[in-house]
């Protein structure tokens, strides 16, 4: 079981970055999935979440408008659309997966602290490194 991430980088204010999730050992059936970030100095923060199953999505207010995060259940992937991007955007963004049935998504502050417990039937990505420049 893996959560790969890619597509990070260095961007200028204003741009835009696409992030891809590639899972592998499962598919995202009766999972949470999301992405999360972490500033140097600051806690994790759930950035935005889905569920496949049904479409439904929620994200931080802070990128709430600017981000867009979507699945390809052809390819078990999942990806965070980037736009208008800001230097308070910089940070590592990781990739999770969140076992939980039924319908709908917490928020994403709800899906970090979730995720943050790390159950053994969770899946965690290694991240990757996004900075915007002023």
């Known amino acids: 079981v893996q959560l790969v991430e890619s597509g990070g980088g260095v961007v200028q204010a204003g741009g835009s970055l696409r992030l891809s999730c590639a899972a592998s050992?499962?598919?995202?059936?009766?999972?949470?999935i999301g992405w999360l970030r972490q500033a140097p100095g600051k806690e994790r923060e759930g950035v935005a979440c889905?569920?496949?199953?049904?479409?439904?999505?929620d994200y931080a207010d802070s990128v709430r408008n600017r981000f867009t995060i979507s699945t390809d259940n052809a390819k078990n992937t999942m990806y965070l659309q980037m736009n208008d991007l800001k230097p308070e955007d910089t940070a590592v963004y990781s990739c999770?997966?969140?076992?939980?049935?039924?319908?709908?998504?917490?928020?994403?502050?709800?899906?970090?602290?979730?995720?943050?417990?790390?159950?053994?039937?969770?899946?965690w990505g290694q991240g990757t490194q996004v900075a915007v420049s002023a």
């Open positions: 999770a997966a969140v076992y939980s049935t039924g319908s709908g998504v917490p928020n994403p502050s709800t899906f970090a602290y979730v995720a943050g417990q790390r159950r053994e039937f969770d899946f």
């Open positions: 050992g499962f598919t995202f059936d009766d999972y949470v």
């Open positions: 889905i569920r496949s199953s049904d479409g439904s999505t």
